[in-house]
């Protein structure tokens, strides 16, 4: 099923589905290669009604566009259209080198005007078929960098890039996008594709 529009807008049953297509569309255009991103997913009509001094920080205040593209990837009006309570992503500041994805989304605590966030990353990845050879020793706690370097000189190895989103009340939802399938006709979606990573992202949510 082609996850597009005739005008390149993703079509989607879901504003979250909507933005974490509009996030892996914006990541595709960024190429491979790319450190990973955080964005903030935020409910356009309310943040300019309850708090419009950080819309216009975050280049949404006044007027119908969404800012000056850079940081809303789409660079649309999030908050009209037939879609009701759309979303739009606001891309964060870079993430600090060197330091786990966990250990970083730890240090993470959004507003209240916030509705929600996304992260897209890119992955090696074994297909199924590959999973049963992974040497023993490798699948131990503790062994994480040793099962990375293996995973890389895998010849079976894919490379996959990953927009997970979650929202405040529990909505999830990921888009991957394998390299060697770069099209957004090839994109998959489902709430549950990256368990792990949604909840450390639904973890910035938690009081």
């Known amino acids: 099923m082609d996850n597009i529009t005739d005008d390149g807008t993703p079509l989607a049953a879901s504003p979250l589905t909507r933005a974490v297509l509009e996030i892996d569309e914006y990541a595709a255009g960024l190429g491979w290669d790319q450190p990973a991103r955080l964005f903030a997913l935020v409910d356009t009509d309310r943040l300019r009604t309850e708090e419009p001094v950080l819309a216009d920080r975050l280049g949404l205040g006044g007027g119908s566009g969404g800012g000056d593209g850079q940081d809303d990837p789409a ?31 730890g240090t993470i605590a959004w507003p209240d005007a916030v509705a929600g966030c996304a992260m897209t990353v890119e992955r090696l990845m074994l297909p ?22 293996w995973v890389a000189e895998h010849p079976e190895r894919r490379e996959v890039r990953m927009t997970v989103a979650v929202l405040r009340d529990g ?11 770069d099209s957004p006709t090839e994109v998959l979606t489902g709430p549950d594709l990256v368990p792990g ?3 450390a992202l639904a973890g910035t949510f938690a009081d």
């Open 171 to 181: 909505a999830r939802e990921t888009a991957l996008r394998l390299r060697e399938k």
């Open 197 to 199: 990573l949604a909840e």
């Open 128 to 149: 199924p078929s590959a999973e049963t050879s992974v040497p023993r020793e490798l699948q131990e706690e503790g062994a994480e960098e040793r099962l990375a370097r």
């Open 75 to 105: 660079g649309r009006d999030g908050g009209s259209g037939a879609a009701p309570a759309a979303l739009t992503p606001v891309e964060q500041d870079e993430l600090p080198a060197g330091v786990p994805l966990d250990e970083f989304l």
